[in-house]
């Protein structure tokens, strides 16, 4: 068992809107509906909604973020990125750095230049694979379990008691390698060498199963708040970034065994929704998730359709529900946000909604539809659906 020092010990929020957020996840009948964490990404809207000075934000910016989420009337609060904006400038992203995902004219790993599939596959099998293996024998329960709850306890202490965190980060599951070898070089091998691909994902599957065992007694110890966001890209405005059929024989087993964990332990999972999601839904369902957020309606993810949907255990799906932040916020108009949003409680599930933006609010929207976006959602977390 690990040892667990008392001030890692979470003690549930008790206001008012803590409270909400803890009803709608455990599917309880509320009055309100809870609002989901913000993230614009431009200072000037951030210090507007916190109530501070020009500059602020950059002087002194988890105190202006965390300011920002309470005047926000934020309840629930899973992924904590105060310094996210720091990387944005007033039009947008402005680092000069390229990676293999952002334009970089070489990717050399390992004294590896990775420019084919064979290359690629060369350096998964000579350091991918036993960086995976050496970390699966280097693996640590009670350390894990101990990090996760001082960070855990950590950041709630800092939001105080009027917004519910809840856990984020820690779990571990198979996903793609494009970000460390470039979109081209990992698909290809990814089409070539599918043995390959499935023994990484075996792999990654491993260690997860271990991690994710110590998430559980973490959430079990530290009395967190059941609920857990999965945040993993895995599809485009077309669709699966790989065919479904792959998906299948490939990587779900490997999932479904490795999330099984947190599943047995009650924890409800639910997936972040990047791109057009909708041939993955059934099939993450059917291995025991909860519910999504951030869908991306314009790409074919159809919210009224996924919202009628049921868990493999036959109850409502937890949906955080969400602005669009591609379309509706930065080219609506208020009157359009305010649709959205009676859009969204109208199709959504009758218990387990959240709401919010769809994702982080890009420079150039509209003050307007900021202001539109909090009142909308002020309105119903006081409300209701009325």
């Known amino acids: 068992m690990a040892r667990v020092n008392k001030r890692q010990m979470m003690s549930m929020p008790v206001s008012e809107n803590a409270q909400l957020a803890l009803d709608t996840i455990l599917q309880k009948p509320t009055r309100g509906i809870p609002s989901w964490l913000i993230n614009p990404m431009e200072h000037s809207v951030i210090e507007q909604l916190a ?7 950059v002087r002194d910016y988890e105190r202006v973020y965390i300011k920002m ?32 995902t952002t334009g970089a004219d070489k990717i050399v790993i390992d004294g590896i230049t990775i420019d084919s599939p064979e290359t690629t596959a060369e350096h998964m099998e000579r350091f991918l694979f036993a960086e995976l293996r050496a970390k699966i024998a280097a693996f640590d329960e009670e350390k894990t379990i101990s990090r996760i709850l001082k960070e855990e306890s950590e ?10 965190k809840c856990p984020y980060g820690h779990a571990v599951i198979p996903t793609f390698e494009y970000d460390r070898y470039g979109y081209l070089n990992y698909f290809m ?38 609920l857990y966001r999965i945040d ?15 998906l299948e024989k490939l990587w779900f087993p490997h999932f479904a065994r490795c ?38 309606y314009e790409d074919g993810m159809y919210y009224e359709k996924i919202c009628k949907m049921k868990t493999k255990d036959g109850e409502d799906l937890i949906i955080i529900a969400g602005v669009s932040v591609t379309r509706t916020l930065p080219m609506g108009t208020p009157d359009d946000v305010k649709r959205e949003i009676e859009w969204l409680v109208a199709n959504g599930p009758r218990t387990g909604l959240f709401l919010g933006a769809s994702s982080s609010i890009t420079p150039g929207v509209p003050w307007e539809n900021i202001k539109a976006l909090k009142d909308g959602l002020s309105y119903y977390r006081i409300h209701g659906r009325g």
Request: glycine share 12%.
């Open 51 to 57: 109530g501070v000075k020009q500059g602020e934000y």
């Open 69 to 100: 989420q309470k005047a926000f009337g934020t309840c629930m609060l899973d992924q904590y990125i105060p310094d996210n904006p720091l990387s944005m400038g007033s039009h947008g992203y402005e680092s000069a750095d390229k990676g293999p």
């Open 232 to 246: 993993y890209d895995m599809a485009d405005s077309r669709g699966t970034l790989t065919s479904m059929e792959s």
């Open 189 to 226: 091998v990814f089409a070539l060498y599918p043995e390959l691909v499935e023994r990484h994902f075996s792999l990654q599957a491993d260690y997860g199963m271990l991690v994710n065992k110590a998430l559980a007694k973490a959430f079990r110890i530290g009395n967190l708040p059941p």
């Open 259 to 296: 999330i099984k964990p947190l599943i047995d332990a009650g924890i409800k999972l639910i997936w972040h929704c990047d791109g057009n999601l909708m041939q993955m839904i059934p099939r993450l369902i059917e291995v025991g998730l909860s519910g999504f957020q951030g869908f991306q």
């Open 155 to 164: 950041i709630q202490s800092k939001l105080g008691d009027g917004i519910l």
